[in-house]
């Protein structure tokens, strides 16, 4: 998942389509494009980063994408990570905004489970009113639960909000074959 939407990234921000790979598909051009990473560290991100970027050679856009690691995650509800997020998006106005994991993206806090409706709603709020105010396109990268054996099973993992407030989801199935990484779109 993390690799499809950084490749997701580096394709907007050198105007490729980032389905098609090519150029006339995104007319427009490149985007900006800031990646938030909850997950992996600055080592780490940087060389998955630099790899999709040699792969997407000249349509490359150097300062339309901004990288950042933050492994500890954070908690979008308290507002000293709001103010740390804001300043991303004030120093890069990016107009797409990749992040993840979901569930790095905030804590449960006063004894409720991080499943809890009204604290997903306090979330989703706050990612709505950024959006809003710094006119950004939102990825965000979820996981599925652990029983996949039908359709319901690929939605997000959580608060059943995550299930009626994106626009629309996709969920990714691993094939195995020898050479490959190819997935299965849900």
């Keep these: 998942k993390s690799t499809f939407l950084r490749q997701i990234a580096v394709c907007v921000a050198s105007g490729l389509h980032p389905f098609t790979g090519l150029r006339d598909d995104m007319p427009d051009g490149p985007r900006r ?12 991100l940087a060389h998955e980063m630099r790899e999709l970027r040699r792969s997407a ?3 490359y856009r150097r300062g339309m994408l901004k990288a950042t690691s933050r492994p500890q995650g954070m908690n979008l509800l308290e507002p000293r990570d709001q103010r740390w997020f804001r300043s991303l998006l004030a120093g890069h106005h990016p107009e797409l905004v990749v992040m993840g994991p979901l569930v790095r993206l905030y804590r449960s806090t006063g004894g409720r489970s991080r499943y809890d409706e009204d604290l997903v709603d306090e979330l989703t709020d706050v990612l709505d009113g950024l959006r809003v105010e710094f006119g950004f396109g939102l990825i965000l990268e979820g996981h599925a639960g652990n029983d996949r054996s039908s359709d319901e099973g690929w939605r997000v993992r959580g608060s059943s909000v995550w299930r009626s407030w994106p626009r629309f989801g996709l969920g990714l199935e691993k ?9 299965k779109v849900h």
């Design 57 to 59: 050679g000249q349509a």
């Design 175 to 183: 094939i195995d074959r020898p050479g490959g990484r190819e997935a």
């Design 33 to 44: 494009v800031l990646v938030v990473d909850l997950q992996e560290d600055e080592i780490d």
